[in-house]
């Protein structure tokens, strides 16, 4: 695992091989051409449709106003021989990242395409504030109102409302979720605390599940070590981690060299870890491409929270008054997983900094309807929807619970 200082240095190694870019070749080994995924320059919608795959766009507004893009892959690109209405899966990504993780990978490897294939009605959603979901009703991305939100407001209004809005434009009552990281701490979230979607739940599919962060091994837990008072000064009270123009330029131009993927490597995986030899290197251009895709500086607090208090709870405003006008409660509330009826099945990594074994092991009781569980000795946070084994690891028997739900 890295340290601050490390990524640091990853940093100006990033940005010395920026200048040896943009001043031209200086060695040998610099005058031969990279070559760039095409996809390393698209958006969502453009990916799937340059691997053959039919795409809808649409818009959710949910309930306070956030403007969320959701993606639907309605069919696969040959018959499977299921008849419509087909299934409905509904898959959810994780933290500052966005639904351009299902389908990144080559098609034969990529969660979305795949179950496109297998003949499914397939939904990607995003988070609030991230690169495709940034826009509001009334609220301007530029104010520090828009970024007032965090884990509590996207399982209170996007997920359900996302799953209303899919379920009213499919006729279907029910889905199957599928969610990575963050995309399974909001639904363990609204599926305890909000019977009525939790009725429109057919199975969960927990990869690599977030509840509490007790034991997390992440670099993201040096955040703790600081107030609430000095990250807001250090962050401001907006936007953390959004992809930038430096970003694409290091995918589109540095990444897509075989000298600097290692490097690359490192430095786009340092805080959830990564297996070299279960990672398509030649795509690393289009791993940065889209990613990191941005969420509030509020969600990075509440996260540094449930870190310190070790607990699966709200987000705390900072004082009672605020609590009081949240929650109708002095403290915020906890979360109380017990309370989900949803049939779940999960996955987990051994080698997973982020989601660690521990924090796993102690969730797993609390889910009275578990019907699988897996342990991946070799897995960390990225392999789930990354790994060039995924499809055996985890989509084989994923798709298999699926087909005997139908």
Known sequence: MLNYTSITQMRQILAVACWILLLGP???????????????????????SYWGYPYEEYEVVTRDGYILAVYRIPDGRSCSGRADPKPVVFLQHGLVASASNWICNLPNSSLGFLLADAGYDVWMGNSRGNTWSRRHVSLSPKSSEYWAFSLDEMAKYDLPDTIHFITEKTGQERLFYIGHSQGTTIAF????????LARKIKMYFALAPVVTVKYTQSPMRRLTTFSRKVLKAFFGDKMFSPHTFFDQFIATKVCNRKLFRKVCSNFIFSMCGFDPNNLNMSRLDVYLSQSPAGTSVQTMLHWAQAVNSGQFQAYDWGNPELNMEHFFQL????????????????????????????????????????????????????????????PQEIYQDLMRLMEECV
């Open 26 to 48: 200086i060695c040998a080994c610099h005058k031969k051409k990279a070559t760039t995924n095409p996809e390393a320059n698209m958006n969502i919608s453009e990916i799937i």
């Open 189 to 196: 979230i609204a599926f305890s605390t909000n019977q009525e």
């Open 331 to 390: 403290t915020p509330p906890l979360y109380n997983v017990t309370q989900m009826s949803v049939p779940t099945a999960v996955w987990s990594g051994a080698q997973d900094p982020v989601a660690d074994p521990i924090d796993v092991e102690n969730l797993l009781p609390k889910i009275s309807r578990l019907v699988y569980y897996k342990l991946i000795p070799h897995y960390n946070h990225v392999d789930f929807y990354l790994g060039q084994d995924a």
